[in-house]
């Protein structure tokens, strides 16, 4: 895939997810998935996620709740190699449909049709489940986004207790993808550009949210799933 396109999708991967918390990677794996399979996509993208996130976590550690990002990264990481075990052996047009229902559901939560509220004390199992949905279609902030709203968690506290739950998932899944041989040299050269630029995409988007409102950061939450249910669609297709 051409340096460009790798810097433009990497730069508003970071962008978005440090505006409004959570929707870049499934952005990224989304506009990635258009040029190649889910499963490729997903092993490409996963590093560079890893280290957006990390570079999150570490702006922000101050910011995170421990309370909640070790249970669930304690579930979360076997969670996610078990589901990019899973990957390796899925069809790609059942990766691409799983693609499509759960951007859908995560529009449908943003519009207030469905509204999960997973118990907080089940953060060890929540963690198994969304580390394997993170693995199988990178659209885990949808039950990660509900698990943090249910914690009473906002603002810097959300984006920053994101990034830490998010690098457990990351991990889980990298090493199962690596062990199913999606992971190649050419697919670290690519991370590594896209990692560069999430890097300068999260710098950008910190400047920005904080002159942002709540408000403004919700719609700009709605409008990035509206466009991961048009891509999904059109990848279906």
């Avoid at 433009?8 to 990677?25: R, S």
């Avoid at 859908?104 to 198994?128: D, E, H, K, M």
């Avoid at 009473?152 to 998932?169: K, N």
Wanted: hydrophobic share 60%; with cysteine; aromatic share 6%.
């Amino acid at each position: 895939m051409e340096i460009g396109l790798l810097l433009l999708l990497g730069w508003v991967a970071g962008w978005l997810t440090t505006v409004a918390g959570l929707g870049g990677g499934v952005f990224l794996i989304l506009a990635l998935s258009l040029r190649m399979s889910p499963a490729e996509a997903l092993a490409l993208s996963s590093p560079a996620l890893l280290i957006g996130n990390l570079h999150r976590w570490a702006l922000g550690r101050g910011d995170v709740d421990r309370r909640f990002a070790a249970p669930f990264a304690l579930g979360a990481l076997p969670g996610s190699a078990l589901g990019g075990l899973l990957v390796v052996a899925m069809p790609p047009a059942v990766l691409q449909l799983l693609l499509v229902l759960t951007s859908g559901l995560a529009l449908a939560r943003a519009l207030g049709w469905w509204l999960p509220r997973p118990p907080a004390a089940a953060l060890v199992p929540a963690g198994a489940a969304i580390g394997a949905m993170a693995a199988t279609t990178g659209s885990a902030g949808l039950a990660l986004g509900a698990l943090l709203q249910s914690a009473g968690l906002t603002g810097a506290a959300y984006v920053a207790t994101a990034a830490a739950a998010a690098v457990a998932m990351h991990v889980g899944r990298i090493a199962a993808y690596g062990l199913g041989g999606l992971v190649t040299g050419e697919t670290v050269v690519a991370s590594a550009v896209l990692a560069l630029a999430i890097l300068a995409g999260n710098l950008a988007g910190g400047g920005f949210r904080k002159r942002l409102s709540a408000r403004a950061s919700g719609r700009i939450e709605l409008g990035v799933l509206f466009a991961c249910v048009a891509l999904a669609l059109v990848g279906l297709a």
